[in-house]
């Protein structure tokens, strides 16, 4: 983590209150709309998660995150979305577009299209004056110089999700279903696998998967799919660098704003059941 000069004219970081924590997934806040039986949050990888995601990762008793799982446009996989003085920018890391329908951990980025030096500059344009920008920016600047040296998507926006968790002080990171399925043919339709919805089916589990991904991600099984039962989520409204609230930006957004205070909006996310 960054070190604060002795000469930051910001505030000393309020204290996060201990809560026991889950092997792979953030402290969890206290919700009684969660449900009763075990959830696994079946999730897409993202190059800067929003909170809608970050939620089913909090409530969830396991997080996996499908890099297995057929590559799509229009996933958030590859984009995140930041703060502008307008509104909003995505932020996209450029793929092949031959790989466009391999699975994600096969997607290859394009290195004719050079887009960390585009990325840093529209967070230092728009964020450079937010509260903790100079605080993370060296790190940030040695992310992006790692990633910009990966051959494939997901070694980038899996370096890009660790560091991110890093800064906010997340326990252990999610568990990949590349690293929990062997043996799968490359050349078949990994997901949905036998192998991965066997791994987490289970008669007393419940699956959340990507919110509002019904055109890129395909349902499990054991999926929520009653609308009646699906959980809610109402993103929070926060402090923002620009007037007026956009919901969705990636954690980036958040992380710039609230630096190690992030916990006292990430504590706020809540699942409430439609039932």
């Known amino acids: 983590m960054a070190s604060t000069p002795d000469s930051d004219p910001r505030p000393a970081s309020t204290e996060r209150p201990e809560n026991p924590n889950n092997h792979n997934r953030p402290d969890r806040p206290e919700n009684p709309d969660r449900p009763i039986t075990p959830v696994t949050a079946l999730l897409l990888p993202g190059y800067s998660p929003n909170l809608s995601w970050l939620a089913r990762a909090i409530h969830a008793d396991r997080v996996i995150l499908d890099?297995?799982?057929?590559?799509?446009?229009?996933?958030?996989?590859?984009r995140t979305k930041i703060r502008?003085?307008?509104?909003?920018?995505?932020l996209t890391i450029p793929f092949v577009r031959e790989d466009r329908r391999k699975?994600?951990?096969?997607?290859?980025?394009?290195?004719?299209?050079?887009?960390?030096?585009?990325?840093?500059?529209?967070?230092?344009?728009?964020?450079?004056?937010s509260p903790y920008f100079d605080f993370y920016e060296p790190e940030i600047r040695a992310d992006f110089d790692t990633a910009s040296r990966c051959g494939f998507l997901v070694d980038a926006v899996r370096h890009l999700m660790q560091r991110?968790?890093?800064?906010?002080?997340?326990?252990?990171?999610?568990?990949?279903?590349?690293?929990?399925?062997?043996?799968?043919?490359?050349?078949?339709?990994?997901s949905?696998?036998?192998?991965?919805?066997?791994?987490?089916?289970?008669?007393?589990?419940?699956?959340?998967?990507?919110?509002?991904?019904?055109h890129y991600q395909r349902p499990h099984p054991a999926a929520v799919q009653n609308?009646?039962?699906?959980p809610v989520f109402h993103s929070p409204g926060?402090?923002?660098?620009?007037?007026?609230?956009?919901?969705?930006?990636?954690?980036?957004?958040?992380?710039?704003?609230?630096?190690?205070?992030?916990w006292q909006v990430l504590d706020g996310l809540t699942l409430k059941s439609k039932t």
Request: proline share 10%; hydrophobic share 30%; charged share 25%.
């Open 164 to 190: 991110q968790w890093t800064y906010l002080e997340f326990p252990e990171f999610p568990l990949w279903s590349s690293d929990l399925v062997h043996g799968m043919d490359a050349g078949t339709d990994p």
């Open 227 to 230: 609308d009646t039962a699906a």
């Open 84 to 90: 502008t003085p307008d509104g909003h920018q995505w």
């Open 103 to 129: 699975p994600i951990n096969q997607v290859r980025i394009d290195d004719l299209r050079p887009w960390t030096g585009h990325h840093l500059q529209a967070l230092e344009y728009n964020y450079r004056n």
């Open 67 to 78: 890099d297995l799982h057929p590559f799509s446009r229009k996933s958030k996989v590859h």
């Open 238 to 262: 926060y402090r923002q660098h620009f007037p007026g609230f956009v919901p969705d930006c990636g954690l980036l957004d958040l992380l710039f704003e609230y630096g190690p205070d992030a």
């Open 192 to 214: 949905p696998g036998t192998n991965l919805y066997d791994l987490v089916a289970d008669d007393r589990t419940v699956v959340w998967q990507e919110p509002d991904s019904r």
